[in-house]
């Protein structure tokens, strides 16, 4: 069993930066394995894919409003990925969610059916 524990939301102003941690543990494949991704989701709507990252050479894919913004980050050894956030607006807030890619050694993706292991969400907040 494979569990991901996320940390660093909060309550930030308009045009501030966080940095969200995503900590892997368990049994399985180790973690440098697998491609990872982070969604997000805000009252009433439905999940959406925010990044990914590669399990191999760190290729990473961005969704279209966090683009410029946001970059996804991997450290093998610390089975760990990064989300660092700048530039928050408003429309950011929303639970923050990482999820390991479904097998081993596929690339990464933007669609949630495609993730096997979620963490339990962080709270991010921007304040206008």
């Known amino acids: 069993q494979v569990q991901l524990v996320e940390s660093g939301g909060g309550l930030v102003q308009a045009g501030g930066s966080l940095r969200l941690s995503c900590l892997a543990s368990?049994?399985?494949?180790?973690?440098?394995?697998?491609?990872m991704g982070w969604f997000r989701q805000a009252p009433g709507k439905e999940r959406e894919f925010v990044a990914t990252?590669?399990?191999?050479?760190?290729?990473?894919y961005y969704s279209d409003s966090v683009k410029d913004r946001f970059t996804v980050s991997r450290d093998n050894p610390k089975n760990t990925v990064y989300l660092q956030m700048n530039s928050l607006e408003p429309e950011d807030t929303a639970v923050y969610y990482c999820?390991?890619?479904?097998?081993?050694?596929?690339?990464?993706?933007?669609?949630?059916?495609?993730?096997?292991?979620w963490g339990q969400g962080t709270q991010v907040t921007v304040s206008s």
């Open positions: 999820a390991r890619r479904r097998s081993a050694f596929l690339g990464p993706s933007r669609i949630v059916g495609e993730y096997d292991f």
């Open positions: 990252i590669s399990w191999t050479y760190g290729t990473t």
């Open positions: 368990g049994s399985g494949r180790t973690f440098r394995d697998y491609a």
